[in-house]
C-alpha cells in the first residue's frame, strides 16, 4: 500500500462541509471524507507551524531534540525515514519555508523540494510611506502605467507547483511510495496574486494586508473581517481544486486502489473569537487555534465512518505505520488511532498536550474530553482551567475552583515537563537554538515584528 499525506497549513475543520459548513467549498475534500475515517475531535500538538510538525513528523513533541528550532531529523525517529528503510520510495513537495531541509524535514526523503519565491528586491517598496499609498486603487493603476509591479510580495508559492511536482512524481510511477504535499494557500495574506490583475485588485490587496497587520489583537469590524473570511474561505476552495487534481493523477497512473489518503492541518485559525486574529506564537491555546481536520481514508473502507472521541496528531506516524504492518520506533511519543474505528468505535481517548515555543518562552496546555488546563513558563504559578462542556467558549477561568481535578491534570503536565527537560538543550538564558535563515522566514510569515 501506498500513503499520500497531505498537510494543509492553517485550515480549520468548520470552514469543510464534511465538518458541517455549508459553505459548499470543498466538495473534493468531502468526498475523501464520505468514505474514511473523520476524527472530530482531532487536536494539534502545536499552535503554530514549527511546534505542530515535529509530532506530525516524527510522533515526537516539539520541545523534546532540542526544540522546533533545532534540526528536527537528527535526533527524531522520523516518518519518511523509517517508511524509507522498508523499502518505500519518499517524497516531499513542500510549500512553507519553515518545513525545508535547513530544519531537517529533509531527512528520509529520496526527492525532496522546498520552492520559494526570489527575495523581495524592489528597492522603491522602501520609500517611507509608499506602501499606504499603494493602498489607493489611483496612485496603484498611475505606478502600474510607470512599469512598476506594484503586487504585494507573496511569501510561499502556491498548491498549483507543488501539484506539478507531485504528478511528476507519480507518472514515474514508484513501486510503493510515502508521498507528502503541504499547501499553504490558506495561510494568511491568502491573495492568489495572479488575481490581482488591475490598480483597484491591487490596491484592495494592499489595504487587506494592512489590516491583517494592524489588528492583530484589534477587531477591525463585521465589513472587513467578513472580507478576509472570504478570502480565507476562496484559498480553502483553490486548496480542495489542488486535491482532486493529486486524486486524479493517483487514478491516472494506477495507484487509486491501494494508496492510503490522510488530510490533517497543522493548526487552525483566530477571527477574532478571543480578540486575535491569525495564529504564532502567543499564549493562546483557544479551540479555534487547537483543532484541526483529520481524515484518514484507506482504500478498504468504503463509507464514511466518525469518530468523535478526542485525539492527537501525535498519533498520526503510528497510525500509518501499524496500517503498514511496519514496527514503531520506540521513541515515537504516539499510538495508533486504527483502534478507533476498528473496534466499534469504544476506544477510551487520551489527554492531549498541546505546546507554544518561542526563543525563551514556553507555554502548555492539557486538552480532554472536557476540560483545559494551560501552563505559562512565565507564571508558572499562575495556571488556567476551562470547562469546555458547560463553556464552550473559554470565557471563565476556573482555576482553583476544582482542585481534584487540577492535581489530576497538573500530574499529566508535570510527567510532560519532565520529558521536555529530559530530551532538550536549551542554552543558559532559556532559549532553544536557531538559525538565522529559521528567523528570518519567521518573520516574512508574520510570525515576528
Known amino acids: 500500500m501506498n500513503v499520500l499525506l497531505i498537510t494543509i497549513d492553517t485550515l480549520r475543520p468548520d470552514h469543510l462541509g464534511c465538518y458541517g459548513c455549508t459553505k459548499a467549498i470543498t ?93 523581495e528586491d524592489r528597492r522603491w517598496l522602501k520609500i517611507k510611506g509608499i506602501k499606504p499609498i499603494l493602498s489607493l486603487p489611483a496612485a496603484n493603476s498611475v505606478l502600474m502605467q510607470l512599469g512598476l509591479n506594484t503586487c504585494p510580495h507573496p511569501v510561499y508559492v502556491n498548491g498549483d507547483v507543488i501539484v506539478k511536482s507531485a504528478d511528476h512524481f507519480l507518472e514515474m510511477r514508484p513501486e510503493k511510495f510515502f508521498l507528502w504535499t503541504h499547501f499553504m494557500d490558506a495561510h494568511w495574506p491568502y491573495h492568489l496574486m ?44 483553490r486548496i480542495d481544486h489542488h486535491i482532486i487534481r493529486l486524486i486524479n493523477s493517483l487514478e491516472q497512473n494506477g495507484f487509486a486502489k491501494d494508496t492510503l489518503i490522510v488530510i490533517t492541518s497543522d493548526h487552525g485559525e483566530a477571527f477574532y473569537e ?17 483543532h484541526v481536520p483529520l481524515i484518514i481514508s484507506p482504500p478498504d473502507v468504503k463509507r464514511r465512518v466518525d469518530v468523535n472521541q478526542l485525539v492527537s496528531l501525535i498519533d498520526l506516524p503510528p497510525t500509518i505505520l501499524y496500517i503498514f504492518d511496519i514496527p514503531v520506533p520506540e521513541k515515537m511519543s504516539g499510538q495508533s488511532l486504527t483502534p478507533f474505528w476498528k473496534s466499534n468505535n469504544t476506544q477510551a481517548s487520551k489527554p492531549v498536550i498541546i505546546e507554544m515555543i518561542e526563543f525563551a518562552w514556553y507555554c502548555a496546555a492539557v486538552r480532554t474530553e472536557n ?30 475552583k476544582l482542585p481534584e481535578l487540577e492535581a489530576e491534570l497538573e500530574e499529566i503536565l508535570a510527567e510532560h515537563l519532565r520529558q521536555i527537560v529530559a530530551t532538550s538543550h536549551r542554552d543558559e538564558n532559556g532559549k532553544w537554538q536557531i538559525a538565522d535563515l529559521v528567523e528570518e522566514r519567521l518573520r516574512a510569515l508574520g510570525y515576528l515584528d
Request: proline content about 7%.
Open 274 to 290: 478571543h480578540g486575535r486574529f491569525s495564529h504564532g506564537p502567543s499564549y493562546d491555546f483557544h479551540e479555534e487555534l487547537i
Open 371 to 400: 476540560f483545559k488546563y494551560l501552563y505559562n513558563e512565565r507564571k508558572p504559578y499562575k495556571r488556567k482551567l476551562f470547562d469546555l462542556q458547560n463553556d464552550p467558549g473559554e470565557k471563565k477561568d476556573l482555576f482553583s
Open 27 to 119: 466538495p473534493n475534500i468531502d468526498r475523501i471524507a464520505g468514505r474514511g475515517i473523520v476524527f472530530h475531535q482531532a487536536i494539534t500538538n502545536g499552535t503554530y507551524t514549527k511546534v505542530a510538525f515535529p509530532p506530525i513528523m516524527s510522533s515526537t513533541y516539539a520541545g523534546m531534540y532540542g526544540g522546533p528550532f533545532a534540526r528536527v531529523g537528527e535526533n527524531r525517529p522520523m516518518l519518511a525515514k523509517t517508511l524509507k528503510e522498508h523499502g518505500y520510495n519518499t517524497a516531499g513537495f513542500i510549500s512553507n519555508p519553515l518545513l525545508g531541509a535547513n530544519v531537517g524535514y529533509d531527512q528520509g526523503f529520496d526527492v525532496f523540494e522546498e520552492p520559494v519565491h526570489p527575495k
Open 194 to 237: 495572479e488575481d490581482l490583475k488591475d490598480g483597484s485588485d491591487r490596491a484592495q490587496a494592499w489595504s487587506d494586508l494592512r489590516t491583517m497587520w494592524s489588528h492583530k489583537r484589534n477587531n477591525p469590524g463585521g465589513i472587513i473581517l467578513q472580507r478576509i473570511i472570504n478570502l480565507y474561505d476562496a484559498a480553502i476552495a
